[in-house]
């Protein structure tokens, strides 16, 4: 425990500290001509008057309010300093908490944290409707896997029903009713000339590809019964034919070909759209200044054994028989297969419009046999 005379001592050598550091300050004498005149027993009363306040200021700091001497004297930037520029600002820490000098620029107060903001209501419908989206779009690809029912898939189930898996079962039969070729077809066929390149799509038993022997003739059919009978219809130069579907034809991104035949083919095609497209597909295969030649049906066959004309639908299912050798007791008919193949029967000028509606020009047309028949070009 410190002792009263400790504290006298300590405060003796503290004064004499603070007079050789600042010799001018007023509080604690002067080094001047003054002090020095001062007696002993005024220097003695000074002392113990500089006693007392020590006490006094220890005896009133206990742990309220504390008052410190700054000693050193700060650098002339130091914000402590008084605005006079005294050496012995003091500093009131205050209860447990610093109170800055008053001409100590204070600080800007930080402001605090901005509370979260709630998601806009702008925000809050877009994922809403991300979430509808997301919905609807998982309902459109649903129907794929369990039944389509977009335009271009029903048509293209109607189309395997009533085209496809027809000429897939009747393909044998079909092929020994179709031997010779259409006259204007063989003629098309034999203009061309010697060296030229072209497709015959949806070739069938490939009674073309062997017409004109000059040329390199291709063929492609949907049916894959069909395809392995024209393989061999080209007699000792096996035919160079591939399973195809004419709206997504293997040839038509190369725009190669000289000539292009598409015989009785796009009326099997269920809608307006797919056989504009159809057509577009063949001009696509041929070059520049290259020609497709189309047959299609015929509404106007009055004369023809089936009578169809102006004012009949133009979409209609046609039977094909597949009759079968008579068992002793059978009624007519009976154990015959009836398939019911899909055709539009085209009117007059509507060939030539679904040519120029798929980018073409029409260089000829005309009439053949109940069909209709258009030159074109790109």
């Known amino acids: 425990m410190r002792q009263p005379h400790d504290e006298q001592r300590d405060m003796q050598m503290q004064t004499q500290l603070q007079l050789q550091q600042h010799p001018s300050n007023p509080d604690l004498g002067s080094a001047g001509p003054e002090a020095s005149d001062l007696g002993t027993k005024e220097q003695h009363q000074h002392q113990h008057q500089q006693q007392q306040n020590f006490e006094s200021r220890r005896e009133t700091g206990g742990g309220v309010t504390t008052t410190m001497m700054m000693m050193a004297k700060p650098d002339a930037g130091d914000p402590r300093s008084s605005a006079t520029g005294s050496h012995n600002a ?27 903001i709630p ?6 419908n877009a994922n809403a409707i991300t979430a509808d989206a997301a ?17 271009s898939s029903v048509a293209e189930t109607y189309e395997e029903q009533h085209v496809h898996s027809v000429y897939e079962s009747i393909a044998s039969h079909f092929s020994s009713t179709r031997h010779k070729p259409w006259p204007f077809v063989a003629d098309f066929l034999l203009s061309q000339p010697a060296g030229s390149v072209g497709l015959d799509v949806g070739c069938g038993n490939g009674k073309y590809l062997g017409v004109n022997r000059d040329v390199f003739i ?27 579907d004419g709206l997504a034809l293997p040839f038509s991104r190369h725009h190669g070909a000289d000539f292009v035949i598409c015989i009785a083919v796009i009326h099997h095609l269920s809608t307006r ?80 419009e679904d040519v120029i509606a798929a980018g073409g020009k029409v260089l000829g047309s005309g009439y053949e046999k109940d069909n209709w028949w258009v030159v074109g070009s790109r």
Not at 135 to 143: C, R
Not at 323 to 346: F, V
């Open 273 to 352: 759209e797919r056989r504009v497209e159809g057509v577009r597909a063949l001009l696509d295969c041929v070059r520049d200044g290259g020609k497709i030649l189309v047959y299609v049906w015929a509404l106007e066959q009055s004369s023809s054994r089936r009578g169809w004309d102006e004012g009949t639908d133009q979409d209609q299912l046609v039977p094909w028989v597949m009759k079968r050798a008579k068992q002793k007791g059978e009624s007519p008919g009976e154990g015959d297969t009836t398939y019911q193949r899909y055709y539009h029967l085209y009117k007059k000028g509507e060939l030539e």
């Open 135 to 151: 919905s609807a779009a998982a309902t459109m690809i649903t129907p794929v896997a369990t039944g389509d029912t977009s335009p």
């Open 90 to 116: 003091a500093v009131d820490l205050g209860p447990r908490h610093e109170r800055r000098n008053e001409h100590e620029p204070v600080p800007a107060p930080v402001p605090p944290a901005p509370a979260p």
């Open 218 to 244: 291709m063929g492609s059919d949907r049916s894959a019964a069909l395809v392995r009978l024209a393989r061999d219809h080209g007699g000792e130069r096996r035919a160079d034919v591939a399973v195809a």
């Open 119 to 124: 998601a806009s209501d702008d925000v809050l």
